[in-house]
């Protein structure tokens, strides 16, 4: 008695499945285009990888943007870092620190991105900016970094502060060193 019971059972959710699914597409098909539908925007995935190369070792890098432009040197102009390496990739468009064999802060040269929704096209969740002026700058910040920042802070474990400006992006990550220098 219980093997038939069971049997229906599986015969019954089997049927239900495909009546379901002929629904479905049948719907598909007569309906034709809703004019009335909402359409999300579609969010430009080309940069994703950028999230993927933060805290990369140089050879990492170089499979996702190509060789360095040249090779890859000592900087005077470390930002945040004690001491740093710097290279160029893709002819100038990403210009990038590296800190103890690790990508700790990269430039991108892409104007069109400055907007509010940037760190969305560059691989991060959508966030409101913590601080930004629209004709000059969108900033979202870390608690190390917060400074002028008026909204809530970034909340991505080891992301210090991504900014957008009319004519590039910049975006850091925490560094493990000595703060007292």
Avoid at 14 to 40: R, V
Avoid at 68 to 95: R, V
């Amino acid at each position: 008695m219980k093997y038939l019971f069971y049997s229906c059972i599986i015969l019954f959710g089997t049927i239900l499945t495909i009546s379901c699914g002929q629904t479905k597409d049948k719907a598909k098909n007569t309906n034709g285009p809703n004019p009335t539908a909402i359409t999300t925007p579609v969010v430009d995935t080309s940069n994703y990888f950028i999230k993927r190369l933060l805290n990369a070792s140089p050879k990492e890098v170089a499979k996702q943007l190509g060789e360095p432009d040249s090779i890859i040197k000592a900087s005077n102009d470390c930002d945040y870092l004690p001491s740093c390496f710097e290279a160029t990739y893709q002819m100038g468009k990403y210009n990038v620190l590296y800190y103890k064999n690790r990508l700790k802060w990269i430039e991108i040269d892409q104007p069109e991105f400055f907007h509010e929704n940037v760190i969305q096209n560059i691989g991060f969740p959508n966030w409101k900016p913590t601080w930004s002026n629209p004709s000059a700058t969108f900033s979202w910040r870390s608690n190390v970094t917060k400074g002028t920042a008026t909204g809530p802070l970034i909340p991505i474990e080891g992301l210090r502060e991504v900014s957008a400006f009319p004519n590039f992006i910049v975006i850091t990550v925490e560094a493990d060193y000595d703060k007292r220098f």
